[in-house]
């Protein structure tokens, strides 16, 4: 899988760890990322597949599941970069606050922390239509936004592990999320090399990207993880990373063709009363948010969806109804 910026992304079978072991936190540690096998079932990713067909298709723009020339951007929910549904409720939707309970999925995180008392994120998904149909879907090219999703001045160390529970199949022609193994290690002298760079940063801005031509993004070879249905990605917030479409498909495909949810859980020690009490709003008010859970951050308020015409035409999901398991991650 080749680019014209000659970065060579390597779509390779690593390997898959169980939720909680010592030996997926080893992996993680040294290589920035990790790959946790079955965090759901394939049941039960099939079952967050079909609550996310049911959202889109609630949302009342005419969205049908089974035709795919309903799926234009006229109906569909804006997106950001990678495909990433970011608003309109998506973060308190039934599949969202589905795949929060299920076990294994806290388990991993609560290992990495080493604290059951975690507090969930209220994000999104990733969804890809299939480009051969509209070559308007095919998400932009990875090589253009290589970033980590941590300031190197206002967050030292290890601060965020992010994830994604990936729905559908994967391949090399699909594409996928890329991540610079062990890149985790250049985040402590980035303020140095980069100072006139994060000057332009405001300290409350997590994404930091880097120069196409930056060394680091062939220190080692840039790798796009094979997973199954259930898998989920873990990576370090100082990673290297982005996501990155295939190069073909089969003319007749007409499915998604990538489905990935978005998860993070962090220590609920790191939010204060504050944070805690818009969290609880937002549950009540359907706001989503970042990964981030220790500060507020409205997804709702991106400038991408301030700027989106006819916001209004989305009709957001009910308020979830939550088992006390899916409470216990608010506050």
């Known amino acids: 899988m080749e680019n014209n910026l000659n970065i060579?992304?390597?779509?390779?079978?690593?390997?898959?760890?169980?939720?909680?072991?010592?030996?997926s936190i080893q992996y993680l540690e040294e290589q920035g990322y990790v790959v946790?096998?079955?965090?759901?079932?394939?049941?039960?990713?099939s079952k967050t597949l079909e609550l996310l067909w049911d959202y889109l298709e609630g949302?009342?723009?005419?969205?049908?599941?089974?035709?795919?020339?309903?799926?234009?951007?006229?109906?569909?929910p804006t997106c950001a970069h990678g495909g990433i549904m970011p608003s309109y409720g998506i973060g308190h939707s039934e599949a969202q606050w589905f795949l929060r309970?299920?076990?294994?999925v806290k388990k991993a995180f609560a290992k990495i922390w080493?604290?059951?008392?975690?507090?969930?994120?209220?994000?999104g998904v990733s969804l890809w239509r299939p480009w051969n149909i509209n070559p308007d879907w095919k998400t932009e090219s990875g090589q253009s936004w290589f970033h980590i999703d941590q300031h190197p001045i206002s967050k030292p160390g290890k601060q965020c592990i992010q994830g994604l529970v990936n729905l559908l199949p994967t391949s090399k022609e699909i594409g996928g999320n890329v991540i610079i193994p062990e890149s985790h290690n250049f985040f402590k002298d980035i303020p140095n090399e980069y100072e006139e760079r994060l000057g332009k940063l405001p300290l409350d801005i997590d994404h930091f990207r880097f120069p196409n031509d930056d060394p680091k993004l062939s220190s080692k070879p840039a790798i796009m993880c094979h997973m199954e249905p259930g898998d989920m990605l873990l990576w370090d917030s100082r990673t290297i990373h982005c996501s990155n479409s295939g190069t073909e498909l089969s003319n007749n495909t007409s499915s998604l063709i990538r489905?990935?949810?978005?998860?993070?859980?962090?220590?609920?020690?790191?939010?204060?009363?504050?944070?805690?009490?818009?969290?609880?709003?937002?549950?009540?008010?359907l706001i989503s948010t970042t990964n981030w859970t220790n500060s507020f951050r409205n997804a709702d308020e991106f400038p991408l969806i301030l700027e989106a015409q006819d916001r209004t035409k989305y009709k957001w999901p009910k308020k979830p109804i939550l088992n006390e398991y899916q409470k216990s991650l608010i506050d």
């Open 259 to 285: 489905a990935a949810s978005l998860i993070c859980m962090m220590p609920k020690s790191l939010s204060d009363e504050s944070v805690l009490e818009k969290r609880r709003e937002a549950v009540e008010k």
């Open 59 to 76: 949302l009342g723009t005419g969205i049908d599941r089974k035709d795919v020339s309903t799926w234009g951007d006229d109906r569909w």
């Open 36 to 45: 946790i096998k079955n965090a759901l079932s394939t049941a039960e990713a």
């Open 101 to 104: 309970g299920i076990p294994k």
């Open 114 to 123: 080493n604290t059951d008392e975690l507090l969930t994120s209220f994000d």
């Open 8 to 23: 060579e992304i390597e779509y390779k079978t690593v390997p898959r760890f169980e939720s909680g072991s010592d030996e």
